[in-house]
């Protein structure tokens, strides 16, 4: 039975071997940050209902979904980032890792240090006019919303979060950068996601398919075991620590 530490030391020996390591992350690397994932028990579904990230449901009750959003959503961008968060920036910083892809919309892996992150789905941190695409800071949302339950741009129009909402496509231009690493990767990791969910799910897929190999660092089995090259079952908080020792065990020696 591998230890923790002998899970670190694999991993940190396959990121040496590669030139080219891209990673996708999901809801699990923010669980250790008090954020939920979605489809666990007492997950963010067992508390705020999915219809709510839904388009038509915000576009027909936008004053219903900034009342649960302010409390259960937006506030995900409060939260601090956790060791796996700091420890794939240091690997980033370190160039043992380029791209990071993630699905999570709560910013907490740029606000660890990481400069390349491909955001699927938006983020809770900015928001858009609908009608003239001005830009909004959360800090300027919050204050239009004291003012009314609706927040209307100057130009009339309905500001919206700027995450992908059901119903709505994924940014073109972060799924093009996104399969373009995934096409490009000599390793390619998969870490606390399901990976379940597409089109996430598809960049290990074409990772392998363009022969990457493909290392899964997750606490339950995912949809894509059968075909991944190696499989790290581990709770991501402990892993992340002893990989960051032994990212200050090398500098030491």
């Known amino acids: ?49 999915p219809e709510v990230f839904e388009l038509d449901f915000f576009l027909g009750n936008p004053a219903a979904y900034y009342r649960i959003a302010r409390e259960r959503i937006h506030t995900m961008a409060d939260r601090d980032p956790n060791p796996t968060h700091f420890m794939l920036s240091r690997l980033q910083r370190e160039g043992m890792i380029g791209e990071i892809i993630t699905q999570n919309i709560d910013g907490l892996q740029q606000r660890a240090g990481a400069k390349d992150v491909i955001e699927l789905h938006g983020s809770v941190s900015s928001f858009s006019c609908m009608k003239c695409h001005r830009r909004y800071s959360r800090d300027e949302l ?26 709505e496509m994924l940014p073109a231009e972060a799924i093009r950068r996104a399969e373009r690493a995934a096409v490009d990767s000599e390793l390619f990791v998969a870490m ?16 392998k398919s363009s022969g990457a190999t493909l290392a899964i660092v997750n606490r339950d089995s995912t949809g894509l075991d059968y075909m991944a090259d190696h499989i790290f079952n581990v709770t991501l908080e402990k892993f992340s620590g002893e990989v ?10």
């Open 192 to 207: 606390g996601s399901s990976l379940v969910v597409y089109p996430a799910a598809q960049f290990p897929v074409m990772a």
């Open 1 to 49: 039975m591998k230890t923790p530490t002998d899970e670190a030391v694999s991993f940190f020996e396959l990121l040496k071997s590669s030139s080219k390591t891209v990673v996708l992350t999901g809801a699990g690397v923010s669980v250790a940050s008090g954020i939920p994932d979605f489809r666990s028990p007492g997950g963010l579904y067992s508390k705020v209902s």
């Open 142 to 167: 919050e204050k239009l919303l004291e003012e009314s339950e609706i927040p209307l741009c100057s130009c009339s129009g309905l500001i919206k979060p700027d995450i992908v909402f059901f119903g």
């Open 244 to 253: 960051l020792a032994l990212l200050d065990a090398r500098h030491q020696q």
